[in-house]
């Protein structure tokens, strides 16, 4: 996320050009890198354009994230919609991708993404996946003084292997680095791994892992352990360097005979145990459906 420490109402219209070209001066000039939720895991096309779920010809999800205390103006919003298609071998997934970013009261970043990707069954456990997302992402700011907004193209690529229930994939991001005045999109790369372990009859493990390699400021590291009962309960911990822990909720509601399902989840981030103590807790509120 960028963060711009200065207030647009009091910047005359005719200035905002410069304002653009020396958002240095207050602000954050290493780069845009889009925030990505502790609960990752419920939004994986946003985090490897490859993924394709095992099951099911529709999926749905929406995700917002929302702070608190001064930060409160601050949120994060998705929503991914996908049809999936099973050919033999093969399994494909075609997505919209959409989402925002609101930078506090007078910025947001926008953008739009068509997604494909495609599965390919190697061996009896043993699956490949590759994709791509294509889109834009755009900055729009809105201020009783002035208004101003533009769009740059972005895209991604991603490559996965899967053997039985453990997932690990390598995605770059940003892959144009594009730029526009001070605002730019550098690239940077998502390694990620996944698995999913039964435990007795009704019980998994399930652990995630992802490192987001960051050019110019300290990369993330985001892990995650849950515990899942019947495969509708799932309930765990996140951690992400420097960023405290993230409790985790999830429940698997059936909506028909057909196994349709509704999937909600929370994910409440408190940073009590990080070396950060200014940053405020926030929640990431999901909602998916899957029809089969």
């Known amino acids: 996320m960028c963060k711009i420490n200065f207030h647009l109402n009091k910047i005359p219209w005719f200035a905002l050009c410069i304002v653009l070209n020396c958002f240095i001066i207050n602000g954050q000039y290493a780069g845009y890198f889009p925030d990505l939720y502790n609960g990752y895991f419920h939004n994986m096309p946003l985090v490897n354009p490859s993924y394709i779920a095992d099951t099911g010809k529709i999926d749905l999800m929406f995700t917002h994230k929302l702070m608190s205390g001064p930060y409160r103006e601050i949120s994060t919003s998705s929503f991914v919609a996908g049809r999936n298609f099973s050919y033999g071998n093969t399994r ?5 991708i959409l989402g925002n970013e609101q930078e506090g009261e007078y910025i947001n970043t926008p953008k739009f993404f068509l997604n494909y990707a495609y599965s390919l069954k190697l061996k009896p456990n043993l699956f490949m996946y590759s994709g791509v997302s294509l889109g834009a992402t755009g900055v729009y700011f809105s201020a009783p003084s002035a208004t101003s907004s533009f769009y740059l193209p972005d895209g991604s690529l991603g490559l996965g292997l899967k053997y039985k229930s453990t997932t690990i994939g390598i995605a770059p991001f940003q ?5 526009r005045y ?3 999109q550098k690239r940077y790369y998502h390694f990620n791994a996944s698995g999913v372990y039964p435990l007795s009859y009704q019980w998994q493990l399930k652990l995630y892992a992802l490192w987001r390699l960051l050019p110019q400021i300290h990369d993330e590291y985001k892990m995650a352990i849950l515990g899942s009962y019947a495969s509708k309960v799932d309930l765990g911990v996140a951690v992400k360097n420097n960023s405290g822990l993230s409790f985790i909720g999830s429940f698997l509601i059936p909506l028909s005979a057909e196994r349709n399902d509704l999937m909600i989840s929370a994910v409440y981030n408190t940073y009590k145990f990080s070396k950060e103590k200014i940053l405020p807790n926030s929640l990431e509120i999901s909602i998916g459906v899957l029809i089969y």
């Open 182 to 184: 001070a605002f730019t």
């Open 175 to 179: 892959l144009f680095s594009a730029s």
């Open 92 to 96: 494909q997934s075609l997505r919209l």
